[in-house]
C-alpha cells in the first residue's frame, strides 16, 4: 500500500488561497492515479479532483472547477491541491487519496476505488 501524508491546510478568509500537500512513500506512487477528497460536518466524504498517472489527465467536481488545481510530480512523489478563491463552503478535512487503477481518470471518483488515504489535513475558509 502507498502511505500518504496531506499537509498545508488552515484557518484562511474568503478569497484566499491554500496549497494542500501530499507526500507518498512507496513504489506504486507514479503508476497510481491520485485523487482528493474532503468530508464537511454531518456529510459524507466527497470527491474533489483526480489525476492521471503522469499527470496529463485532471478530473474536477464542478463546484471547484476554475478555482482548483491538482498536479503531481512523480520526482518529488508529491501530489498537489492548488486552492484559490476559497469559499466558506470549502470548509472539510481533506484527504488524499491514492491507488485508483481504473482505465480512465474520470473513473476514479468513488473512495472505494482507492485503496490507500492519508489521515486529512483541516482547511477552514471564514466568511
Known amino acids: 500500500q502507498v502511505q500518504l501524508v496531506e499537509s498545508g491546510g488552515g484557518l484562511v478568509q474568503a478569497g484566499d488561497s491554500l496549497r494542500l500537500s501530499c507526500a507518498a512513500s512507496g513504489r506504486t506512487f507514479s503508476s497510481s492515479v491520485m485523487g482528493w477528497f474532503r468530508q464537511a460536518p454531518g456529510k459524507d466524504r466527497e470527491f474533489v479532483a483526480a489525476?492521471?498517472?503522469?499527470?496529463?489527465?485532471?478530473y474536477y467536481v464542478d463546484s471547484v472547477k476554475g478555482r482548483f488545481t491538482i498536479s503531481r510530480d512523480n520526482a518529488k512523489n508529491t501530489v498537489y491541491l492548488q486552492m484559490n478563491s476559497l469559499k466558506a463552503e470549502d470548509t472539510a478535512v481533506y484527504y488524499c487519496?491514492?491507488?485508483?487503477?481504473?482505465?480512465?481518470?474520470?473513473?476514479?471518483?468513488?473512495?472505494?476505488?482507492?485503496?490507500?488515504w492519508g489521515q486529512g489535513t483541516q482547511v477552514t475558509v471564514s466568511s
Open positions: 487519496a491514492a491507488g485508483c487503477l481504473r482505465g480512465l481518470t474520470i473513473q476514479c471518483r468513488s473512495a472505494p476505488d482507492f485503496g490507500s
Open positions: 489525476i492521471s498517472r503522469i499527470g496529463g489527465t485532471t
